[in-house]
């Protein structure tokens, strides 16, 4: 009896159920990733509204007073400064007295001030910009 070389019909249906295996378990997490950026994606939409909506809350009654490319000041009634500024990874609004963090997992902040408003570009940490405006009163 000649001994051949090569893969048995065995060997073949292994190697076969093998890769088909790796490959069902590959395009499931493939289809993972994108579920999980479309839900990162949502969650960066919802808190950039939440922090449009408290920006202005936070604003109301504020006497502006001028910007910077980086920073928005404004004063309230007892004249105390109030400035709007990124700091480490976050936009804060700081007193003299703190600081509350408005909005998180920030790379950049400009401001510019345009036709009785402020024009500012947020860019996140994974590269999504979002663009909004304060409108002075």
Known sequence: MRKNSGFTLLESLVALLMLSGILLLLSGLIQH?????????????LEWEIYLLQLE?????LHYKQTSSREIWAENDEKKKIVIKK?????IK??????????TGVSRFVCQEKNHGVDFVVTFKDGKQKEGTWIIE
């Open 87 to 91: 700091s480490n990874d976050k936009i």
């Open 94 to 103: 700081s007193q003299s007295d703190g600081y509350q963090p408005l909005l």
């Open 57 to 61: 809350t936070e604003m109301e009654g």
């Open 33 to 45: 990733a994108h579920k999980m950026e479309q839900s990162l994606s949502g969650y960066h939409q």
